[in-house]
């Protein structure tokens, strides 16, 4: 059985960095076209996807937001982190990290979200 | 504003067909057969429902189906039930660079 968590702070003040991390289980970093990605959704509104780590080490980041984000993996801790710089107000949301299948090009397992509110 | 368009909302009774539709244009849905749909119930994370334009994954029901045709993308949901009611998102590869690329979601009423 697949499952991801996702972890951080709740609370993060404009210019502050974001760091994310995503724990999973069930499923392996190491096994060839399995991903994992990164998907937000601010209060109210659709979903936006931000980034996407491979087995292969392999990263996709959202054009309009690649400057600011950096996506790692440990393999052998089973976590993919997430980084955004910057942060303001507009990037209140609801961060998401799913799993990627092999052959399957679609999110199809999610984690439960976590909240995370950028204010002074 | 999203990269794909979708209406904002759609209802239906029980018991009815409706579909939801997903334009884009010929760099992401007209270029790719990749585009999923996921259903998102209030406070919980989204569903994958449909992946590839039209196939399934395992435990979803037949009820839900997809197509495309063209820049555009469509869920179809036969025999609706209360349970349906829910936000629905498509979304579509869009190339090397862009990758992924979400509409803008559809409410789903159930009259």
């Known amino acids: 059985q697949i499952t991801l968590k996702e972890s951080g702070p709740t609370l993060v003040k404009p210019t502050q960095t974001l760091t994310l991390t995503c724990t999973f289980s069930?499923?392996?970093?190491?096994?060839?076209?399995?991903?994992v990605g990164w998907i937000r959704q601010p209060p109210g509104k659709a979903l936006e996807w931000l980034a996407l780590?491979?087995?292969?080490?392999?990263?996709r980041y959202s054009p309009s937001l690649k400057s600011r984000l950096t996506i790692t993996k440990d393999t052998s801790r089973n976590q993919v982190v997430l980084t955004m710089t910057n942060m303001d107000p507009v990037d209140t949301g609801t961060y998401y990290c799913?799993?990627?299948?092999?052959?399957?090009?679609?999110?199809?397992?999610w984690g439960q979200g976590t909240m995370v509110t950028v204010s002074s | 504003q999203s990269a794909l368009t979708q209406p904002a909302s759609v209802s239906g009774s029980p018991g009815q067909s409706i579909t939801i539709s997903c334009t884009g244009t010929?760099?992401?849905?007209?270029?790719?057969?990749?585009v999923s749909w996921y259903q998102q119930h209030p406070g919980k994370a989204p569903k994958l429902m449909i992946y590839?334009?039209?196939k399934r994954p395992s435990g979803v029901s037949n009820r839900f189906s997809g197509s495309n045709s063209g820049n555009t993308a469509s869920l179809t949901i036969s025999g609706l039930q209360a349970e349906d009611e829910a936000h629905y998102y498509c979304c579509s590869y869009a190339g090397s660079s862009t990758f992924w690329v979400f509409g803008g979601g559809t409410k789903l009423t159930v009259l």
């Open positions: 010929s760099s992401d849905i007209g270029s790719y057969n990749l």
């Open positions: 590839e334009g039209s």
């Open positions: 780590i491979y087995w292969d080490d392999d990263k």
């Open positions: 069930g499923f392996s970093l190491i096994t060839s076209a399995v991903g």
């Open positions: 799913a799993h990627v299948a092999a052959g399957e090009p679609a999110f199809d397992i």
